[in-house]
């Protein structure tokens, strides 16, 4: 297993390069140098061309990227000149935030997807079945923030409960505590997620009670409730640790929708801004993160599946 | 002595066994998807779908360009079927144009993953070794970039439109039915009639394209649907966002940024209508796919 580990890790450091030097060429060809933005329209080229040479932006692509990479390593992430300040200190201040947002939503919808799945396979075609398939059936082919449109027109506006725009407040406590606002954008988060999830986990389920093993587990007398906590439970929640690892950087896209819409200050909303802002250090910071997320959530998601099941350790 | 021949019996069924017509296994597989209630909705609303799309505004004019802003924000009326929107435009009318949109951007987007796909796949099943290795670690690498910032960036740069749209998703979304179509041809290059064509002569372009692609059809056009799916939604995430489809042209998505203003001045019209829309197409598509899937898969059929 260690050997297997351990090729998985080299590989995945290979495909992480990869992905890191095709996103850094790809936005360097988009947005060469920040000099025009820096010494204004009326610079003439000579100024331009000077800026560039003493930044290091008149260096071939290759040469940026190793430097780039080496700064990355020290924890330079760049300067973003549209905010003044360094791309580290902007992500720092922004990550506890959406780290929150992201991580209470997968929590739910991993308690609230596991149950419903197997619900909806034991009680196959019968009428709670029928209606929270086809409930996960229509979320799931809705953008995620249509779910969140909805949520806010019928629980902030027709039935004032709860706010429609998440919480501003710095302190990452504060927004723990703060349900009235906070509540609406988790909503949003943690549905998607368990629309996609209960339907693998309901297919899973089904898979599992097709087997053979249950049928001697009931014939040994095992009472129901053990059937399903010992052995449907375990088994069938196996692709589910592969389908969360992939579903992380799922996760940091998701914070980009819901955090526009609900105005919640994380990452997301970072991008957003930048985007609107033409800020490309921090676009390129951020979508970096993403291809590293993606990585790391298919490596988890190998390693963690590795460990749950002994079938594949052992093969 | 030798067997007598006997006259053939041609109007007769043979003893003991029903005759029916050899079916190839595509029709069967059709045959399987027909019977498949949900399947036959999807597919009538995505007919609904273009219609509406393209056929609607035939009997339905709008003016799209021209903006009248003393008729922005109108509830429904008999005039607005749907009312109108900021710039005093039909919604009605913008839905259907958006439609157009959002079915050409998912079909095209489709074509060009699945296509690319293809070639990569079976040129890496067929010729193997140190060529398939080195494109299925391309082909990782592909599959880490996270699409919906890489369209969002270039959209900034250079503008949103359906071809650029269609290329972009396209491009960055070829690697699934890569894999999909890898593992079919290394699975069908051993039988015997590709045995048999390279016997014959057949070069390597010859037994891809006539004989190995066309038994990959099944799993291939299980993805598509599910290709259309991701571009349109994707692209409602880019509209919503404001980097979608601008004046004149109109998207699904671009059709709801902002729309968290529309909804705090109870303009229910502008977004839900267009989210219903986006929805039910999604939905449309994920019933065929769903379909075709358990069509295509023979453990399920019915005999």
Request: glycine letters at 8%; one cysteine or more.
């Amino acid at each position: 297993m260690l050997a297997y580990l351990l090729r998985r890790l080299i590989t995945s450091l290979i495909v992480v390069f990869g992905v890191s030097i095709g996103i850094f060429i790809l936005l360097h060809a988009v947005y060469p140098s920040p000099a025009r933005y820096v010494l204004g329209l009326r610079a003439t080229q000579l100024d331009v061309d000077v800026w560039n040479k003493q930044n290091g932006y008149a260096d071939p692509a290759i040469t940026q990227y190793l430097r780039y990479m080496g700064h990355l390593l020290t924890g330079n992430l760049g300067f973003s000149y549209v905010e003044n300040q360094s791309v580290w200190d902007l992500l720092k201040e922004r990550t506890p935030r959406s780290v929150w947002l992201s991580g209470i939503s997968l929590v739910f919808a991993i308690l609230i997807a596991i149950p419903l799945g197997i619900f909806q396979a034991v009680k196959r075609n019968t009428v709670g079945d029928n209606v929270a398939t086809s409930l996960a059936f229509i979320t799931y082919s809705m953008p995620s923030f249509f779910l969140g449109l909805i949520l806010i027109q019928v629980f902030a506006f027709s039935f004032p409960i709860l706010g429609f725009e998440a919480s501003q407040s710095n302190n990452v406590f504060v927004i723990m505590g703060d349900w009235k606002d906070m509540t609406l954008p988790v909503a949003t988060l943690t549905l998607v997620s368990v629309a996609a999830y209960s339907r693998y986990m309901r297919s899973a389920s089904m898979d599992v009670l097709a087997q053979d093993y249950i049928k001697v587990a009931r014939a040994k007398g095992l009472p129901e409730r053990l059937v399903m906590g010992r052995h449907l439970v375990r088994n069938a929640s196996l692709p589910m640790v592969t389908l969360i690892g992939l579903s992380l950087p799922l996760l940091l896209a998701g914070n980009l929708i819901t955090e526009s819409l609900f105005n919640y200050p994380g990452l997301g909303l970072l991008f957003f801004t930048s985007l609107n802002k033409v800020d490309y250090p921090v676009m390129l910071a951020y979508t970096l993160a993403g291809a590293v997320l993606v990585v790391v959530g298919n490596l988890i998601a190998d390693i963690a599946l590795t460990v749950a099941d002994p079938r594949i350790r052992l093969a | 002595m030798a067997t007598q021949l006997q006259p053939l019996d041609i109007g007769r069924a043979p003893e003991g066994g029903e005759v029916g017509s050899v079916q190839s296994g595509l029709r069967l597989a059709l045959r399987e998807f027909a019977s498949n209630r949900l399947a036959l909705i999807g597919f009538a609303m995505l007919l609904f779908f273009v219609l509406f799309s393209w056929v609607g505004p035939l009997f339905y004019h709008t003016d799209q360009t021209t903006t009248v802003l003393g008729l922005a924000n109108q509830a429904p009326t008999g005039s607005h079927l749907l009312g109108t929107d900021t710039n005093g435009f039909d919604v009605l009318g913008r839905m259907m144009k958006g439609g157009q949109a959002a079915l050409e951007i998912g079909a095209f987007a489709a074509l060009v993953a699945i296509v690319l796909g293809a070639l990569i796949g079976s040129v890496a099943g067929l010729v193997g070794g140190l060529l398939d290795g080195f494109l299925m670690r391309i082909t990782d690498v592909f599959l880490s970039v996270p699409l919906l910032f890489v369209v969002l960036i270039m959209a900034v740069r250079f503008g949103a439109t359906v071809l650029s749209l269609s290329l972009l998703i396209g491009a960055f979304s070829w690697q699934v039915p890569a894999r999909l179509v890898r593992g079919e041809v290394l699975t069908l290059r051993e039988r015997d009639f590709v045995l048999a064509a390279r016997t014959a002569g057949s070069s390597q372009t010859r037994l891809i394209w006539r004989h190995l692609l066309p038994n990959a059809f099944g799993v291939v056009i299980v993805n598509v649907t599910f290709q259309m799916v991701d571009a349109i939604l994707l692209v409602s995430y880019v509209g919503f966002l404001g980097f979608g489809l601008h004046f004149p042209n109109v998207d699904w998505g671009d059709q709801l940024s902002g729309s968290i203003q529309y909804l705090e001045d109870g303009y229910w019209w502008q977004i839900f209508p267009v989210g219903a829309c986006i929805v039910l197409t999604v939905m449309a598509l994920n019933f065929i796919g769903d379909a075709l899937r358990d069509a295509m898969d023979v453990r399920l059929r019915r005999r």
